[in-house]
């Protein structure tokens, strides 16, 4: 739950400092900051297994997205995971569908495929991205649930 706290001390800063010179009516609902990140721009952050796991467990968590293979998928992954094979040729097709304005939380097997995901995601206007520091490996070494 600590990872939890930190997370939305975070994000209630980056919506302070986003919405300082806006109108009062145009800000931010301070009640908004457990359930998104700020809209206005990109918004992307590194996360280990624990604060993905409490953001999972919001009222309106990130669309979790793996990109690893169908078949490392298939081994196991986190309830609820869309698969989107980041070693695919149509990756970015795929990704240009998804809609820009939902919080993504995007992990591989260690990091790697997802950490050169995220240039995609940035390119393509997305505003709000979290992603799994050692993906699905650090998720199960923290004793995680996943499914097949």
């Not at 010179?21 to 990140?37: G, I, L, S, T």
């Not at 992307?44 to 997205?65: C, G, H, N, S, T």
């Not at 993504?104 to 995609?120: A, E, F, P, Q, T």
Request: hydrophobic letters at 40%.
């Amino acid at each position: 739950m600590n990872h939890l706290k930190s997370l939305a001390i975070g994000i209630s800063a980056c919506l302070c400092l986003s919405n300082c010179n806006k109108p009062a009516e145009d800000r931010a609902d301070p009640a908004a900051v457990k359930q998104a990140p700020p809209q206005e721009a990109a918004f992307l952050k590194d996360i280990d297994a624990a604060a993905a796991a409490d953001l999972i467990k919001l009222q309106r968590p990130p669309i979790v997205l793996d990109v690893r293979t169908p078949e490392e998928f298939a081994g196991g992954h986190i309830e609820g995971a869309t698969n989107i094979d980041f070693n695919d040729p149509g990756f970015n097709d795929a990704v240009d569908k998804l809609d820009r304005a939902q919080p993504y939380l995007i992990h591989c097997r260690s990091g790697g495929r997802s950490g050169r995901s995220k240039d995609v995601f940035t390119e393509l206007g997305f505003t709000a991205i979290y992603h799994l520091d050692g993906g699905m490996i650090a998720w199960e070494e923290a004793g995680l649930p996943t499914v097949k």
